[in-house]
T-cell receptor
Framework: DGGITQSPKYLFRKEGQNVTLSCEQN?????MYWYRQDPGQGLRLIYY???????QKGDIAEGYSVSREKKESFPLTVTSAQKNPTAFYLC???????????FGEGSRLTVL | DAKTTQPNSMESNEEEPVHLPCNHS???????IHWYRQLPSQGPEYVIH???SNVNNRMASLAIAEDRKSSTLILHRATLRDAAVYYC??????????????FGAGTRLFVKA
């Protein structure tokens, strides 16, 4: 089935450790996005990519890094520089047009 | 980036229509208006989108003002499963950076049985 898959669903990490969240889509979408959501809040854009080997910072990129080596994949690394990494992370993809966005089920990261 | 403004929360009775408003006074001519909804602990799901004309699908209707500075998502008969956060966003694939796709805080819809 076509869709967008995030893994892991739950992740625990110790302070000072980097962690990478996976996002894979088989929808042949050019654009991919990473959002962060804190409890009771809306979505805030971390990074987005319009095409392979290209990505741009969103509104809260500090402490995060991404890569886009393949069209299907857009992993997000939460680095130790991110001061408050505990959050719900959402990945999305869409066509290079104004069509709908498809979201993954999210990854919940907890820093102990 | 064009921004949208929505009420923080709204309440509805089950089986009654719900009108969720959204203001986007700085909308550009090539911005599409999108609506998504999010259930607890899930990713948002697409509801509907439009450019100028009103749109209908199996989930909802979208009414767009003639000047396009506001829109309304209409749920014709609210059910308990419609209780969610509803986001109104603008997407433009033509302008530079148009894929940035910013979400606001959305409207939390409460549905009473």
């Amino acid at each position: 089935d076509g869709g967008i898959t995030q893994s892991p669903k739950y992740l625990f990490r110790k302070e000072g450790q980097n962690v990478t969240l996976s996002c894979e889509q088989n929808l042949n979408h050019d654009a991919m996005y990473w959002y962060r959501q804190d409890p009771g809040q809306g979505l805030r854009l971390i990074y987005y990519s319009q095409i392979v080997n290209d990505f741009q910072k969103g509104d809260i990129a500090e402490g995060y890094s991404v890569s886009r080596e393949k069209k299907e994949s857009f992993p997000l690394t939460v680095t130790s520089a991110q001061k408050n990494p505990t959050a719900f992370y959402l990945c999305a993809s869409g066509l290079r047009s104004t069509g709908e966005l498809f979201f993954g089920e999210g990854s919940r990261l907890t820093v102990l | 980036d064009a921004k949208t403004t929505q009420p923080n929360s709204m309440e509805s009775n089950e089986e009654e229509p719900v009108h969720l408003p959204c203001n986007h006074s700085t909308i550009s001519g090539t911005d599409y208006i999108h609506w998504y909804r999010q259930l607890p602990s899930q990713g948002p799901e697409y509801v509907i989108h439009g450019l100028t004309s009103n749109v209908n699908n199996r989930m909802a209707s979208l009414a767009i003002a003639e000047d396009r500075k506001s829109s309304t998502l209409i749920l014709h008969r609210a059910t308990l499963r419609d209780a969610a956060v509803y986001y109104c966003i603008l997407r433009d694939g033509l302008r530079a950076g148009g894929f940035k796709t910013i979400f606001g805080a959305g409207t939390r819809l409460f549905v009473k049985a």
